[in-house]
T-cell receptor, first 113, second 112 residues
Framework: KAGVTQTPRYLIKTRGQQVTLSCSPI?????VSWYQQTPGQGLQFLFE???????NKGNFPGRFSGRQFSNSRSEMNVSTLELGDSALYLC????????????FGPGTRLTVL | GESVGLHLPTLSVQEGDNSIINCAYS??????FIWYKQESGKGPQFIID?????DKRQGQRVTVLLNKTVKHLSLQIAATQPGDSAVYFC???????????FGQGTTLQVKP
């Protein structure tokens, strides 16, 4: 069974731009969660989607948004990029027999210049 | 507030020795814990999990111990190998929330 995939793997943007990241969960998984990883703050929860609905949200500004499609694929969007948004953005999916276990993708490395 | 912490940022062990990585959590309502391993340039990889109704769970070369009295979690790796070198995170997951709360991570260095 294929794992979680994320595209693109690397991205360079400038301040003020917006960016969209994509995540394809493991087949059969219906929950997708997003995390931001930085050296200073570690891994922080952004939001979770389940059956196309946002079920949980972390403490991030409204510039961070997401959505989930009927096939469980998810996208997250960051508008008006700031230098501090440079991070590794990780997607995790869960569902199936061990519905609480989250399996992570390789991440998208976003650099904001 | 909510937090999951690890006691040591770095742990250095000799190849073949056993490794013990510790984690303390603050929320007594936590009911599910997961250990992840993250290698450079990769996403966190699931190692083992344990629910709050258990004290111990074993996998292949790994054991997780949970002490709810002192809110402490540990990961034991037997016969540590160079391939075990990575950052290890403990995480708390409240059932059905889909939100993991991560500790800061412990870097395991394996000396040949």
């Amino acid at each position: 069974k294929a794992g979680v995939t994320q595209t693109p793997r690397y991205l360079i943007k400038t301040r003020g731009q917006q960016v969209t990241l994509s995540c394809s969960p493991i087949s059969g998984h219906r929950s997708v969660s997003w995390y931001q990883q930085t050296p200073g703050q570690g891994l922080q929860f952004l939001f979770e989607y389940f059956s196309e609905t946002q079920r949980n949200k972390g403490n991030f500004p409204g510039r961070f948004s997401g959505r989930q499609f009927s096939n469980s694929r998810s996208e997250m969007n960051v508008s008006t990029l700031e230098l501090g948004d440079s991070a590794l953005y990780l997607c995790a999916s869960s569902g199936g027999a061990a519905r609480d276990t989250q399996y992570f993708g390789p991440g998208t490395r976003l650099t904001v210049l | 507030g909510e937090s999951v912490g690890l006691h040591l940022p770095t742990l250095s062990v000799q190849e073949g020795d056993n490794s013990i990585i510790n984690c303390a959590y603050s929320n007594s309502a936590s009911d599910y814990f997961i250990w992840y391993k993250q290698e450079s340039g990769k996403g966190p990889q699931f190692i083992i999990d344990i629910r709050s109704n258990m004290d111990k769970r074993q996998g292949q070369r790994v054991t997780v111990l949970l002490n709810k009295t002192v809110k402490h979690l540990s990961l034991q790796i037997a016969a540590t190998q160079p391939g075990d070198s990575a950052v290890y995170f403990c995480a708390e997951n409240r059932t059905l929330t889909g939100k993991l709360i991560f500790g800061q991570g412990t870097t395991l260095q394996v000396k040949p």
